[in-house]
């Protein structure tokens, strides 16, 4: 039998372990101890549990070991085999085409510190040309002609940037010499 410390409830099941009333936790009773309800000052019941479980103990037998995959043996004299087709991407070489986008991307955003563009924007145009060609005449190997034409666009950009501010440049000057 279990008794609640709060409300004074005896239950009679030795399976329930809080109060249905108010969820406190039940005590055991018994007849000696006198049945007072608990004040807010009181103490919370100790609760004296039993020991702990192990769950992973010391001593398990250790499992099966894991063998490595390999592949099916291969089919006998008469046998016709199986194969399953799997398909490769294909790894083309985009090399050049990288490097073409990279220096023209270069040549627009830092290619303006020192006319540093001007070794870019070349490199990118010659790199960007030379990769297209390859993917033109061996588009089995080469790919990336998208980041080739973006590379060469670049470069070709920032040529018509320094134009336009050359032009602007040399108006201004001409224009503030007629003052």
Request: net charge positive; aromatic share 10%; proline share 19%.
């Given at each position: 039998m279990k008794r609640c410390p709060r409300c004074n409830r005896i239950y009679s099941e030795t399976d329930l372990n809080f109060c249905l009333d108010d969820g406190e936790?039940?005590?055991?009773?018994?007849d000696e101890e006198p049945t007072?309800?608990?004040?807010?000052?009181?103490?919370?019941?100790?609760?004296m549990m039993d020991s702990p479980r192990a769950t992973?103990?010391?001593?398990?037998?250790?499992?099966?070991p894991i063998e490595p995959?390999?592949?099916?043996?291969?089919?006998?004299?008469?046998?016709?085999a199986q194969f399953t087709p799997y398909l490769m991407p294909r790894s083309l070489n985009q090399t050049l085409a990288i490097v073409s986008m990279c220096l023209g991307i270069g040549s627009i955003t830092v290619g303006?510190?020192?006319?540093?563009?001007?070794?870019?924007?070349?490199?990118?145009l010659i790199t960007g040309f030379i990769a297209?060609?390859?993917i033109k005449n061996d588009p089995d190997t080469y790919g990336g002609k998208p980041l080739a034409i973006i590379g060469m666009v670049t470069g070709a950009i920032y040529f018509v940037g320094l134009f336009?501010?050359?032009?602007?440049?040399?108006a201004a000057i001409i224009g503030g010499g007629m003052q």
């Open positions: 936790v039940l005590a055991p009773h018994s007072r309800p608990l004040r807010r000052d009181d103490p919370p019941p100790t609760i992973n103990p010391i001593g398990w037998p250790a499992g099966q995959w390999r592949p099916p043996p291969a089919p006998g004299v008469g046998q016709q303006w510190c020192c006319y540093a563009g001007m070794a870019l924007g070349p490199a990118a297209l060609t390859q336009v501010f050359l032009l602007i440049y040399i």
